[in-house]
Nanobody, 115 residues
Framework: QVQLVQSGGGLVQPGGSLRLSCAAS????????MGWYRQAPGKQRELVAT???????NVADSVKGRFTISRDNAKNTVYLQMNSLKPEDTAVYYC?????????WGQGTQVTVSS
């Protein structure tokens, strides 16, 4: 059974930092491209960042320079380090795993940036 279990998130003040984690099981993690997406209320889900099996990264312009995606294949975990958070970063964040036609999602975690 494939599981992507997310942790981290919560409430943070503007300018603060959070780290999201996504631990995978049931897949050969090192094969997969891992990603983070987010969905704000009333908006479509959007790409935040991806990291390939070879650790090449792609980061959305809206978070470039503030967010960093990384992976630890030994722990089957992908991370999203979020710095200099802004109110517009408020959303439910989802991790995903993709390999060929296989695609799995995490359960989502709320990030709220507010004073």
């Amino acid at each position: 059974q494939v599981q992507l279990v997310q942790s981290g998130g919560g409430l943070v003040q503007p300018g603060g930092s959070l780290r999201l984690s996504c631990a995978a099981s049931g897949i050969t993690f090192s094969y997969y491209t891992m990603g983070w997406y987010r969905q704000a209320p009333g908006k479509q889900r959007e790409l935040v960042a991806t990291i390939t099996s070879g650790s090449s990264t792609n980061v959305a312009d809206s978070v470039k320079g503030r967010f960093t995606i990384s992976r630890d294949n030994a722990k089957n975990t992908v991370y999203l380090q979020m710095n200099s958070l802004k109110p517009e970063d408020t959303a439910v964040y989802y991790c995903d795993a993709r390999f060929s036609a296989l695609h799995y999602w995490g359960q989502g975690t709320q990030v709220t940036v507010s004073s």
